[in-house]
Structures are given as structure tokens and as C-alpha cells.
């Protein structure tokens, strides 16, 4: 199979038993698929493509899905294929991606590319963020021998192993037009998710990686010059703070917080990146996951159904799980009511049972339109991805 490749996907539809909801599947489910990671762009503006991963006969490539008719479009080959990082550009006209430690800009129609950066030997870069206007990306870079040996398994046990090895990471900012780039900030430190403020390219968003048992602490800032590297909340053993995202107008980012002891609270809260002054948004499910649409006016977010963080879920406690209907839910918010409901069940494993951890994450999100929710789920055996319409 070689890039340009057609392929077509027949759509099937369901009524969710629990919720009356309509939920349609865009995927074979004898295909692994999953769309891009939650908070990249991983629509076209219209809504009409989204970007998407699948492994056919020769591994994981990237494709584009044409929500429309089912098309689907192959536009990599070769290996080294980043799996969860492509994004289209504001004006859909280009499609950023990773392959082999080198980061192109890929022409959405031709499919032309060209690369504008590669890491260097002996780092492997990841974890891309993009301005608002695609003119610069942060990514985070990894000494490979500063990290610890993998044991071969997909599961989770590399997650605390990679934050007490402390491996030497640091933040890459790179100017996409001209490839310039320079090293914001570098530590014993595993960094992750970074995220460049919307409307203010010169603010990024990241986080200590790793157990929130184990970390100093999960939210950070730090401008690209590395000037104003702040701790944006101190953050005790028994507290976790996960999946925060920048609101749409760059004002406030958005966090799930959690405590694991006591009267066990979750909620939604927002923070000032100037101020770091927090607000309670609102109590709320157990999200693995959370994102807000292109108007904040609506959030959705994945309830993993355990109060146990999804990398403290064994295989057993996951297949027992699985043998009920548990609180696997989607779940539609809305901001300004204060409210949440359930969507549809998403019925998901969560089992790092397919290759890659995440692949069985719903990492729910919402298409550019504001008209869709797409995720992710393995209800039916492999990854598949799935839409719910919206009545906007």
C-alpha cells in the first residue's frame, strides 16, 4: 500500500441502550483505528475530514476520513510513522505530522512535504504543540539513553519506571517557515504535553510527566525564551491533576482535579496563566480525558468508570470491569448550565492490549464545526473510531 491509496469504510449505526443517543461507527472494526490525539486539529474546518491512524497490511499509517462518504485517503508510508501528532493547519490547506524523528508539513491535496525539523541523533522528539496561526511548534525531546529499558509489553508499567529515571527531556521551539529552532528549557525531568497558548505563541503549557504520586507536579509554564518557569499549583501525593488544555481564546486553561483520599472530590477548574489564580468550574465525572469545543460553550469528557487512575488498572481489575456496565460513559457538559449528562456508553477496555497504550483511549473531542463527537472505543475487539451528532 503506498501513500495516495483509496480505501472506503462502510458506516454503521446505533441506538445506545442507555442514553437513546445515536452513535455511528466510522471504522472496520476488523481494522485498528484511532483518530489523532484529543486536542490536536483533527478535522477540517467544515467537518467533513478527519484525520485518522490505521493498521492495514503494512503497519500504522496515517489517512484522512471523509465523514461524508466514507472515503479514506492514505497519506504516509514507510516506518516510523508518528501515530497520535498529525494536525491540519487553521486553513486546512496543510497537514503537519511526525515520521522518524523528523517533523514535515505535508501539502493536504498533492500530498507533497517537506521536512522543517529533525531531532537529533540520539533524542526522539514527540508530544508537538502548535501556534494558533501554525507559524511555530513546541515538542518535547527525550535523551534515549537516559531512559529506561521497555520490557517488551504494551502495558502500563513504563509509566512510573520513565518518571523515576528522571531522563534528560527538554522543550524545542520551533519556527515552522524558516525551521529556526532553540531549547526553551532542559532537565533530569520527564515533560510532556506541551501546548502553546492560543493567541499568545510566546506562552507554553506543559507538564511534569508521570503517577501523580510520583511527580513534584503536573502543571507548568514557561515562555519560549525560558524566561517565567513557574509551578502553576503545588500538588501533594494524594491529589491528581490531569489532561489540562488551553480554552479556545487562550484566557484560561482547563484541568480535572481529583483527590484519592477523603471525600474523594472531582471537579473542573479553570486557571489564570498570569495570575495562576484557580476557579471551581464545576463537579464532574471521573474524566480520564476532557476538551472543550471551538466556542467553550460544551466540554466532553471519557468517564473511566474506577476511581483507579488508568495506569494503576491491572489486567485483572480491567476484565472484571468489563463483565459490567460500569460508569464508561461519554459525558456532554455544559459550561455555562454547570451541568453534565451522559452521552452514550463508550464500553471501552481501556486494555494496553493492541500495540500501544492509548489505543483503547476514547479521547473524546470535538470536530472543528462543533457539530460531531468523535472517540475512540474497543467494544467491538479492535480500536475502532465513532461519531455522535450534535443538535446544535
Known sequence: MSKGQIFHSTFSEYTDPYTGTVVKRLTDPSILSHHM?????????????LLIC??????????????????????????????????????????????????????????????FYETPEGWSGSAPGMSSDNRFMSIVETKQDTLPPRDGSAGWNFFALTCEAKPLCRIVYIDVETGKSHVVLEDHCWFGHTQIRPNDPDTILFCHEGPYDLIDARLWLIQSDGSRYRCCRKQPSDLILTHEFWLPDG?????????????????????????????????????????????????????????????????????????????????????????????????????????????SHPHPCFSEDNKSIIFVSDREGLPCIYQVMLNN
Open 251 to 359: 484566557s484560561k486553561f482547563a484541568y480535572v482535579y481529583r483527590e484519592t483520599t477523603g471525600d474523594k472530590i472531582e471537579n473542573i477548574r479553570l486557571m489564570d496563566p498570569e495570575t495562576l489564580k484557580e476557579e471551581i468550574l464545576m463537579p464532574c465525572s471521573p474524566f480520564a480525558h476532557f476538551i472543550c469545543d471551538k466556542k467553550n460553550e460544551y466540554m466532553v469528557g471519557d468517564s473511566q468508570g474506577s476511581d483507579v487512575p488508568i495506569h494503576l488498572l491491572t489486567e485483572e481489575m480491567l476484565k472484571e470491569k468489563a463483565n459490567t456496565i460500569s460508569n464508561d460513559f461519554i459525558y456532554l457538559i455544559d459550561v455555562k448550565k454547570h451541568t453534565e449528562k451522559k452521552l452514550c456508553y463508550h464500553g471501552t477496555s481501556w486494555l494496553a492490549k493492541h500495540g500501544n497504550p492509548q489505543d
Open 54 to 115: 490505521q493498521k492495514r497490511d503494512e503497519g500504522r499509517q496515517l489517512y484522512t476520513l471523509n465523514l461524508h462518504n466514507g472515503e479514506i485517503r492514505q497519506i504516509t508510508e514507510g516506518d516510523g510513522v508518528g501515530q497520535d501528532s498529525a494536525m491540519f493547519s487553521h486553513d486546512d490547506k496543510t497537514i503537519f505530522y511526525q515520521q522518524n524523528n523528523r517533523f514535515y508539513a505535508m501539502d493536504a491535496q498533492t500530498l507533497e512535504t517537506h521536512c
Open 37 to 49: 490525539y484529543f486536542y490536536n486539529r483533527m478535522t477540517t474546518s467544515d467537518g467533513q475530514y
